[in-house]
């Protein structure tokens, strides 16, 4: 089993910054992606940034392409989500999510097996 911890978020004004973390435990070794997702009140959860754990390769929704960047630290096994110029469109729960193989879109979280509990990022005009 893999457990993910998610920390950071919070509040922040538009144009303002925030660093979410995703911190993996358990059998860790054959995670091959991780991802961000983020569900807004009555919105789907919608793939955010991804990245690729062998590799390092990244993709990164239109929305946020530019403005989000994701990366890791093998080392602690774990994968953060730097946000910057947010704006209130980002509001939303971010989750992180972690899959053993490529299986289908990273941006389908039913493509996923393991999940963060969720962290609020709220941003005011």
């Known amino acids: 089993q893999v457990q993910l911890v998610q920390s950071g978020g919070g509040s922040v004004q538009a144009g303002g910054s925030l660093r979410l973390s995703c911190a993996a435990s358990?059998?860790?070794?054959?995670?091959?992606?991780m991802a961000w997702f983020r569900q807004a009140p009555g919105k789907q959860r919608e793939g955010v940034a991804t990245?690729?754990?062998?590799?390092?390769?990244?993709h990164y929704a239109d929305a946020v392409k530019g403005r989000f960047t994701i990366s890791r630290d093998n080392a602690k096994n774990t994968v953060y989500l730097t946000m910057n110029s947010l704006a209130p469109e980002d509001t939303a729960m971010y989750y992180c999510?972690?899959?053993?193989?490529?299986?289908?879109?990273?941006?389908?979280?039913?493509?996923?097996?393991?999940w963060g509990q969720g962290t609020q990022v709220t941003v005011s005009s």
């Open positions: 358990g059998y860790t070794a054959n995670i091959a992606n």
């Open positions: 990245i690729y754990i062998g590799t390092g390769s990244t």
């Open positions: 999510a972690g899959r053993m193989r490529y299986s289908g879109q990273w941006k389908d979280p039913l493509n996923f097996n393991y």
